[in-house]
């Protein structure tokens, strides 16, 4: 979520809408003795996914993620296909797809890559330490491809068809905002009835219960670029003009911008100014990480930069300010918001609370899949899980077998519908 996919920001847990009285049902005993059944081939799985080192930018372990999980797919009966992504490093994009005996139309999305660099096993790698499973992307979003990949496994060896169409899609550049396969994504979406989309949940400390995610955040890039004069920096600095200044002067007098905007988040992020010591910088630029959950929140940023920076500290200086949009916003339509009730009733019936998340700073590819709002999308039915995006990575392992309960659960009952 990647973001990137944070859970740990701006969280507002609503109370939990299913009661775990007695007057619930009680647990489809077979499914979940299959989730146990298969929570040790799925701990295999994420040690096996851990250890292929994913970056976005990691074309070789990318590649290997992809070999790895169209296998996997192709041995649950699938029929696969590998799309190359249409910006980025060129990576493909995996999906597959299952005909069914049923009516409706369900899709399963999780992401391949990560934000680590080459060599990050070294420094961290994988290893159990109680309940905990530690090792690089292990939650965002190894886990939710194990769930898909053992929940789908599951399901075929208790024979159930009762779909018409079942996809599977994992990308390989959700961490760089899904440059490359966002519109696939799209396109993927409007064709389903129903996509589930599985980012990690939040687990302690983060969050005290699981959750299922009803909102994330859009984003955009910013750019702040100064234009100066360059001169000798000992022997006529006047002269110059300098864009490193002036670029300082105006990150700080736009820092707060945002807060002005509801519904958006501008953070400089990265900044750049000249090339040698003694020469007075012509050019300085800062980049910034924006977040929306408005739709016409880039239009209003934009406006209240172009008037903010027209205040200049250096004269003689040009700036210019530009924001280039990206993922879209994920909100839950009603029809979303009544499906993650039933994931509440689902962990109800193993007398488990599940929360819902409005909103979370970190953006996801639910935004693309419920761009046009054809689909019913939910978020979040990846494992539960701490420091995405940090160090020390973790998945709490007490999560897998309610996550394929929930989501074989889900799968079922989702299938029964008109």
Known sequence: ?????????????????????????????????????????LMESLREMVLIESGSSDVEGLKKMADLTEGRLKALGATTERRKTTRGVGADMVIGTFEGTGRRKLM?????????QPGILKTEPYHVDGDLIYGPGIADDKGGIAVVLHSL????????????KLTVAFN?????????????ISELADQQDVVLSCEPSAA?????????????????????????????????PDRGRNALIELAHQLLQTRDIAKSIPGTQLNWTTAKAGTVRNQIPEKASAGADIRLTVPDGIEKLQAALDEQT???????????????????????????????????????ELERP???????????????????????????????GFNYHAHNEYIDSTSIVPRLYLMTRMLIEQGKKM
Do not use: C
């Not at 994920?330 to 993650?340: I, Q």
């Not at 953006?363 to 039915?381: H, I, L, P, Q």
């Open 354 to 384: 599940l929360g819902l998340t409005e909103m979370t700073g970190g953006a996801t590819d639910a935004g693309y899949a419920n761009r046009s709002g054809k689909a019913v999308v939910v978020e979040s039915f990846g494992l539960a």
């Open 204 to 236: 302690k400390p983060a969050s005290s219960i699981e959750t299922l995610t009803l909102g994330a955040s859009g984003t955009a890039t910013g750019t702040i670029e100064v234009t100066g004069r360059a001169s000798h920096a000992g022997g006529a």
């Open 108 to 116: 399963l999305i999780a992401h391949m890559d990560t934000v680590y």
């Open 1 to 41: 979520m990647t973001p990137a996919t944070s859970h740990l920001a701006a969280i507002a847990l609503l109370a939990v809408a299913t009661s775990l009285s007695a007057a619930h049902a009680g647990p489809d005993e077979k499914l979940r003795a299959a989730a146990e059944q298969a929570k040790p081939a």
């Open 310 to 348: 027209k205040t200049h500290l250096v004269p003689d200086t040009d700036v210019k300010v530009t924001i280039e949009r990206g993922r879209p916003p994920f909100v839950a339509s009603e029809r979303g918001r009544a499906l993650a009730k039933e994931g509440q009733a689902i962990y109800a």
């Open 172 to 184: 390989p550049d959700e961490e760089v905002g899904s440059i490359g396969s966002g519109e696939f």
């Open 153 to 164: 496994q599951i399901l075929k060896d208790m024979g159930w068809r009762d779909y018409a």
